[in-house]
């Protein structure tokens, strides 16, 4: 009941803590990076998965996905239909025309941070590429309600609002996943509040300076609705579409919303 409650504030980090966030959020980028390299037709999820656990390591850091809550792999390597949490595996190669969501996390000195980053391999066809361009536009114009005096769904419905904007802009019908949003973070991947990906805004507790979230849409080009399959992690979408999930955490500050997981 406590985050309908108009004195809640979603905890601050101070700038020395932020600093810390975004050194873990740059190993994470620089995993990201690794692995979007060497995304090409033939290669394996497992493949991608190693070389971003060695980057990570190599930083002296640790997988923040791995063995969290049973989780086999350092990435969520997610193509096509796959929302979200598909298990890297060497039996799922990638080919040509796939869209792939690869979400990773590295927890660094104590402090974790979380990304995710979808692209093509090789040439995608139109319609996917405006998602995956209109998902990422999303992010970005989402993430400008991550300031204080707004509260959490204000930034749901910037979200909301961008998806809307973004139909017209790209011109494509998305949906926005029902049931998976973004989330606090900071000494754990995963802490409260929940973030939703649409909603009224107004609601829930206060942004403050060195408040952070993770902000991250994941839409599609055709349901709302998901299942997960067999392996309990699998999220996939309802009707086979493909969709597109973007990721940054980010800090409100009295300067503007701060990308903590910066990819340089």
């Known amino acids: 009941m406590g985050f309908r409650s108009k004195r809640r504030v979603i905890p601050a980090k101070s700038p020395g803590e932020l600093d810390a966030m975004q050194a873990a959020g740059e190993i ?12 090409a037709p033939g290669v394996s999820t497992l493949e ?4 971003a656990e060695q980057t990570i390591r190599d930083a002296g850091a640790v997988p923040s996905f791995l063995g969290y809550e049973g989780f086999p792999g350092s990435i969520c390597a997610s193509p096509n239909d796959v929302i979200v ?3 890297p595996s060497a039996d799922v190669v990638l080919q040509e025309g796939d869209l792939l969501s690869v979400d990773c996390g590295a927890t660094f000195e104590g402090w974790v941070g979380d990304s995710a980053w979808t692209f093509g391999i090789g040439e995608v066809d139109e319609d996917i590429e ?5 998902t990422e536009w999303v992010l970005h114009e989402g993430l400008k309600a991550m300031v204080p005096g707004n509260r959490l769904t204000d930034v749901s419905h910037a979200l909301e609002q961008a998806t809307r904007a973004a139909e017209q802009k790209f011109g494509v019908q998305l949906g926005i996943v029902e049931g998976y949003g973004g989330h606090g973070i900071g000494r754990t991947m995963h802490e409260e509040p929940f973030l939703a990906n649409e909603g009224r805004p107004g609601r829930g507790p206060r942004i403050q300076a060195g408040s952070v ?4 849409p994941m839409l599609t080009l055709g349901t709302t609705d ?9 999220v996939v ?4 579409s493909f969709s597109s999930h973007w990721e940054h955490t980010v800090a ?3 300067t503007g919303p701060r990308i903590l997981t910066p990819r340089r």
Request: aromatic share 2%; proline share 0%.
């Open 130 to 134: 405006k998602l995956n361009l209109a």
């Open 226 to 234: 998901s299942a997960v399959l067999e392996d309990d992690w699998t």
């Open 213 to 216: 979230l993770a902000i991250e």
């Open 85 to 87: 949490h598909g298990i």
């Open 28 to 39: 994470v980028g620089r995993a990201l990076q690794a692995v979007k390299a060497a995304a």
């Open 252 to 254: 409100a500050t009295d």
């Open 237 to 240: 979408t309802l009707d086979g």
């Open 48 to 51: 991608l998965d190693q070389i």
